[in-house]
């Protein structure tokens, strides 16, 4: 189990993530209250965070929302998954649902 108190934020490597982080945190803390920790990145590859509670469907939605409202284009919304894209980018956003142990979300890009 991944405790959300005792997770160290790491560093963000690379301009494409530290760009998809800048666009992506605002929304996820008006979500999630501003309790979100960036847990694990890859330079160009993915974007890893960890939130105190467990993620629902109900997030997904609102997040979506959120971007809808940015303007961006949904692709595909189902259960655990969100596909957002704009000129130049696809975002696979995967959020861990029937994870009961920790809320996790993974953005592959």
Do not use: C
């Amino acid at each position: 189990m991944i405790n959300y108190e005792n997770t160290q934020e790491v560093s963000i490597d690379g301009e494409k993530n530290q760009a998809i982080h800048g666009e992506l945190l605002p929304l996820l803390n008006q979500v999630y209250n501003n309790q979100v920790k960036l847990k694990d990145n890859m330079k160009s590859m993915w974007l890893t965070y960890i939130f105190p509670r467990l993620v629902t469907r109900a997030d997904v939605e609102a997040i979506q929302k959120k971007y809808e409202e940015l303007g961006d284009k949904i692709d595909e919304s189902s259960g655990s998954d969100l596909w957002v894209s704009k000129i130049g980018q696809t975002l696979h956003l995967t959020f861990f649902i029937q994870n009961f142990m920790v809320g996790k979300l993974e953005v592959l890009f």
